[in-house]
Structures are given as structure tokens and as C-alpha cells.
């Protein structure tokens, strides 16, 4: 049983920066993947970020590369998202996402939290 607690969503201006933080608990055997998605009234939720935990490999949208950048603190089983140079079009609840592969694959998702970047 995983529990995932988002932190740091707000109301920023263009060009802003905001810095979400997943705080992970509970019973985790073989966590692969770690990731931050995020779903805009009216709109599919779409991947923002991922990292592979084991090898630290990322991969990012092409409309947030270079300016998201995903880490995790194991030691804090904490995942963090940074966020520079928002944008109105990065408005969105955003989604912590946690991928246990063991004994077989099973996702855990955050609640979400609100990040509103004003026009």
C-alpha cells in the first residue's frame, strides 16, 4: 500500500517557477518509474516528466523540456518536479505518478495539485 502526498502547486505569473515535491509511503517492493503528469479542463491527462529510478534516465514533453526538470530523493522517497519559465498553456492539475513492478506492475497516483499560471 503506497500513499502519495503532492506539495507546491500555487498561482504564479509568466515566467514564474514553482517546485512540486511527492512525498512516497508505505509498502514499495521495485518501484521503476517515477513521473509528474498533468490534465487541463476539457483536455486527456498527458505525461509532463518520468525517471527511471533504477538507471536515473528521464524523459520529458517536448513542451516542457529545458524548462522541467524531475528528481527524486530516495533517501526522502521524494520526487520533485521544477518547473521555470511557466507558461499560461502549463495550467493544469498535476499528477504524481509511482509504478511498483513487483510482484506485477501497479500504478499509485497522487490526488493532484493545482498550478494556475495567469495570462
Known amino acids: 500500500q503506497v500513499q502519495l502526498v503532492e506539495s507546491g502547486g500555487g498561482l504564479v505569473q509568466p515566467g514564474g517557477s514553482l517546485r512540486l515535491a511527492c512525498a512516497a509511503s508505505g509498502t514499495i517492493f521495485s518501484v521503476g518509474v517515477m513521473g509528474w503528469y498533468r490534465q487541463a479542463p476539457g483536455k486527456e491527462r498527458e505525461l509532463v516528466a518520468t525517471i527511471t529510478i533504477t538507471s536515473s534516465n528521464t524523459n520529458y514533453a517536448d513542451s516542457v523540456k529545458g524548462r522541467f526538470t524531475i528528481s527524486r530523493d530516495n533517501a526522502k522517497d521524494t520526487v520533485y518536479l521544477q518547473m521555470n519559465s511557466l507558461k499560461p498553456e502549463d495550467t493544469a492539475v498535476y499528477y504524481c505518478?509511482?509504478?511498483?513492478?513487483?510482484?506485477?506492475?501497479?500504478?499509485?497516483w497522487g490526488q493532484g495539485t493545482q498550478v494556475t499560471v495567469s495570462s
Open positions: 505518478l509511482l509504478e511498483d513492478r513487483w510482484p506485477a506492475t501497479k500504478q499509485y
